[in-house]
């Protein structure tokens, strides 16, 4: 909070100076723009105001030479709908013709054509006949002779001839859908232009009309040519063809000296009342912004007060700069107490100094991670707890950086969570291995009964040899000795196998250590073995020579191997009996991301693996047995990626399913992978 107060005042300070001293400056220099600009302003206006009048009047015209074609075109259609009817002679047709010219003095000529294109009557005594027309006259009336309706010809003069422009006009006559003739029109475009803009407009612009391809074909220029100042061009949209009326304005741009006279006298009346608006609105945005500023900084200090997160600033010294209150409540410290410390920190734990001074160094440095990385804080009680920090720059406006913002997470409680759940894990564990004895129990008996009723045996007989008087000394020593030695192996044996279940179920934390598979599968392969007698399954063991050692605990392994080969054997309870064979394999290679390990299969020729179970086999819960929990595979994976390996399984291609199982080699004893012996 301090240090936001602080924030405020060196802002809103500086800012009320600058306004006091600034404001009758700002005042003199917007009084002279003022008086520089409203003359401009005035030509921009004058300049505007032309413009949007000569697009006014160019609309206008363009409206008008429509309008007086477009009443031609409405003769014209009449005519030729009396000759289709019957009811017009070609002397009646020049006298209809020659009154509409007299009222249209831009019309040249109208002609009558039959369906061959000669001439059946025209108002100039011409015999022309279609030939006789322009290239683009003929297409355009073949074009209206195919789509049957009317259309213009793009302007062009007679053939053999280069003026005057002619825009030809051609309206088909069918008689039942029998096409019987054409009536042609003509107009001098230029003629078109002196007749039908005003001679006012004429006189003030430029008058250009192009055809659709930006060809001049007509222009009227009676106030001599145009400056290219103020132009505009509109669409003359005709029927079959386009024409643009250009115009260009023989007015240059409006002198800037009446408007600067103007400018200046508008300017000094108005420029007491501007000052005045200005600095009432000035104080306005001040007090505005001023009010903004404490609402932010409430808005700030509420945010930070119900954070949970510990956030804590430091300069590029190392000099706690910032930390809010959930920072402070976590370490136990009052704001004051933390700001301006430079290294070591008060909430430094003594015994992790080593490793503060070194991530300190590598912040200073600019190396850190956006991952985060985690060690242990101590309140001012000297209470430790974990804690996950997070570290990123801090930049000015400029984009320099001026020091490093620290997120700080207590993990206290997802620390005693991972914790109970390793604990629940082992427990598991437990369970499942107490669960596999249980479930190895009878066997376990019969195979412990073989050694004792042989040991039994044996003595009876050493004793039945030495109760007897007639056996002589040295016999009796020859025969005594291989059986003691015999009961002395089978003693070894009942205890090895005593062991293992001793060792296998015993409850334990967990114990990496260097251990080679040899080894494991060694001590594990009694009890496998115990587990596929009542199911006559028989147990190949492979293993490579000279296999690199792990790093691993040897009964999670055990109980890992003894998992995954029951699995294996109930699988073959269907399986024909010379069928029944179960292989286990163990062998270094590389990995798919190409780190060297020691692979361990597990192969089988049992039921296989559905692709829709397969799926869900490592789900905790998950199980394809009645009897089963569900949580057998999923332990071992786990047990597996507790020691950075990996556990999957596929098809065998000769029938059943292949798990296999790869755990890291230690570094040092890396080498090239053994093969399987």
Known sequence: MNHLTHLMRSIVAPRRQ????????????????????LPWQAQRMEATERQEQLIADTLWVEQTIRFELGRNEESLKLIAAEIVAGQLRPNRFLDRAAGLMRNGREIKRMIWLDADGDAIAATDG???????????????????RKTGTPRYAVPAADVGA???ILLDYHVPLFAEGRFVGMLLMTYYVSAILDEMVPWWFAQDNQIDLLDADEKLVGRRMSGGPGRGVYTHQRTIDLQG????????????????LPGLLVGSVIA??????????????????????????????????????SLVTGMRARDLDGRVTYANPAFCKMVGMQADQLLGKLPPMPYWAPEAMENYQLRFAQVLAGTVTPQGFETIFQRANGERFPVLIFESALLDATGKQTGWM???LDITERKQAEDQ???????????????SMGELASTLAHELNQPLAAISSYTTGALNLLSDPAAANGARDAMLKPALEKAAAQAQRAGQIIRSVHDFVKQRAPDRTTVSMRTIL?????????????FFVKVHLRIAPQLPNVLADRVLIEQVLLNLTRNAIESMQQTPYERRILRVESASALTPTGHLAVVTSIIDLGHGIPEEVSEQLYSPFFSTKSQGMGMGLNICRTVIEFHGGTLTHAANPGGGTIFQFALPILVAEAAVPAAVS
């Open 406 to 408: 620290g997120s700080i």
């Open 126 to 144: 011409s015999q022309l006949s279609l030939a006789d027309l322009s290239a683009a006259s003929q297409d355009a009336a073949l074009r209206a």
């Open 18 to 37: 600058a306004w006091r001293w600034g404001l009758p400056i700002i005042l003199v220099l917007l009084s002279l723009a003022i008086m520089a600009g």
């Open 268 to 305: 000094l009346s108005i420029g007491l009342a501007w000052s005045l608006w200005a600095l009432w609105r000035d104080i306005n945005r001040r007090l505005a912004t001023e009010r903004a500023l404490r609402e932010q900084v409430t808005f700030r200090t509420a945010m930070e007060n």
């Open 241 to 256: 063809q386009n024409l643009s009326l250009r115009t260009s304005s023989v007015k240059g741009a409006p002198r800037l």
């Open 522 to 534: 060694d001590s594990v392969e009694p009890l496998i073995a115990l587990q596929a007698q009542p």
């Open 421 to 435: 759940n390793r604990r629940q894990l082992e427990q598991l564990q437990i369970s499942a291995r107490l669960a």
């Open 162 to 164: 280069k003026q005057p």
